[in-house]
């Protein structure tokens, strides 16, 4: 499976080495200060409870994987991400916050996780499904690891339903956000990337009937900011 996404995996790589630096404030930027709110509702959703063991996949620069860490005492984090250099920021963070012995980062690839069958309580995704190139493949990775009661959660860009909305969103998030991605004189390349991965996602019925099909139960998903992004969550049966 890895071997088939060789050439896809390392322009992810590529991509995101070259604005792991940059990578946190561009986010504040780009989401005009949402990005903070966005973690928060998402965190209500994931609800972290004591003892857990958490996966954070496509983890980046490990915010979600701290914050988890953070809400609940007891808590153990992974956070997996394909790019080394952007794990190097996360385990930077990791260290100043002292909670190395709790958040752990591991390089690795979503489509096949390099952890045995049912070994987590819950499993995060925050903005990384557009960048696999196999999402049914991910989603089932994602499902396999899960513990039985287990609960997976992606937070990611959707698709506003009303026109109007969608209109602006798409002008800002096809036209603005690659214009300052250059504008900040690095990672345009990133920043073109975005529009470019958005228009191949699905929306939130699509990524819902995607998450039955990989094995979820009781699935539901939350449309933030009129529907410019999205949490989805899906349950294993215990």
């Known amino acids: 499976m890895a071997a088939r996404y060789d050439a896809h995996h390392q322009k992810i ?15 504040r930027v780009l989401t005009l200060g949402l990005w903070g709110s966005w973690q928060r509702r998402f965190l209500t ?38 790019s080394r250099d952007m794990l190097d920021v996360a385990e930077e963070k990791i ?28 499993v995060t995704c925050g903005f990384g499904l557009r960048n696999f190139p196999d999402l ?10 899960l513990k039985p009661g287990g609960r997976a959660l992606s937070l990611e860009v959707s698709r506003p339903e009303n026109a109007v909305i969608w209109w602006g ?32 996602f699905p929306g939130r019925t699509v990524l819902s009937d995607l998450y039955r099909d990989a094995g979820f139960d009781l699935v539901s ?7 410019a992004v999205a949490v989805h969550r899906g349950e294993v049966r215990a």
Do not use: K
């Open 169 to 200: 969103f798409r002008t800002y998030f096809y036209g603005l956000v690659p214009l300052l991605g250059r504008l900040a004189g690095r990672g345009g390349r990133a920043y073109a990337w975005l529009p470019e991965s958005h228009r191949r």
């Open 45 to 82: 959703l994931v609800a972290p409870r004591d003892g857990e063991i958490c996966l954070d996949v496509a983890t980046g620069t490990g915010d979600l994987a701290i914050l988890i860490a953070e809400r609940a005492s007891g808590i153990r984090v992974t956070g997996l991400d394909l």
């Open 136 to 145: 049914p493949q991910a989603l089932s990775e994602m499902r396999r690891v």
């Open 13 to 27: 790589r590529d991509i995101f080495g070259a604005i792991a630096r940059v990578y946190d404030p561009m986010n």
């Open 95 to 122: 260290r100043r916050r002292n909670l190395s012995e709790r958040v752990r980062v591991v390089e690795g690839n979503a489509l096949a996780l390099p952890f045995p069958d049912a070994s987590f309580d819950v």
């Open 221 to 227: 998903a939350w449309p933030l900011t009129l529907g």
